[in-house]
């Protein structure tokens, strides 16, 4: 088993910026990426980054490209999301989640709000 804790959502104006973290814990070793996903009000939940455990390997959804960070501290088996610029469109519900080989969610966090304001 994989625990995912996050923190860092919250509410800010278009144009701000929030820093989201996701401290892992257990069974690390199994991990193979780290993503983040986000579910908008009376949208699917989509993936928004995800970067590999090992090598550090990142993807980013077209709509976050140049905006969105995503890194990774081993020593610390955390992973974080800086999002810049952001915009009323990014509100959402932002879920961590530990994902498998195949690039699947086996675990998930139980999710933080951002909420950006026009």
């Known amino acids: 088993q994989v625990q995912l804790v996050e923190s860092g959502g919250g509410l800010v104006q278009a144009g701000g910026s929030l820093r989201l973290s996701c401290a892992a814990s257990?069974?690390?070793?199994?991990?193979?990426?780290m993503g983040w996903f986000r579910q908008g009000p009376g949208k699917e939940r989509e993936i928004v980054a995800r970067?590999?455990?090992?090598?550090?390997?990142?993807y980013y959804a077209d709509s976050v490209k140049g905006r969105f960070t995503i890194s990774r501290d081993n020593a610390k088996n955390t992973v974080y999301l800086q999002m810049n610029s952001l915009k009323p469109e990014d509100t959402a519900v932002y879920y961590c989640?530990?994902?498998?080989?195949?690039?699947?969610?086996?675990?998930w966090g139980q999710g933080t709000q951002v909420t950006v304001s026009s």
């Open positions: 989640a530990a994902l498998n080989r195949r690039g699947k969610p086996d675990y």
């Open positions: 257990g069974r690390t070793l199994t991990i193979w990426a």
């Open positions: 970067v590999t455990w090992s090598g550090g390997t990142t």
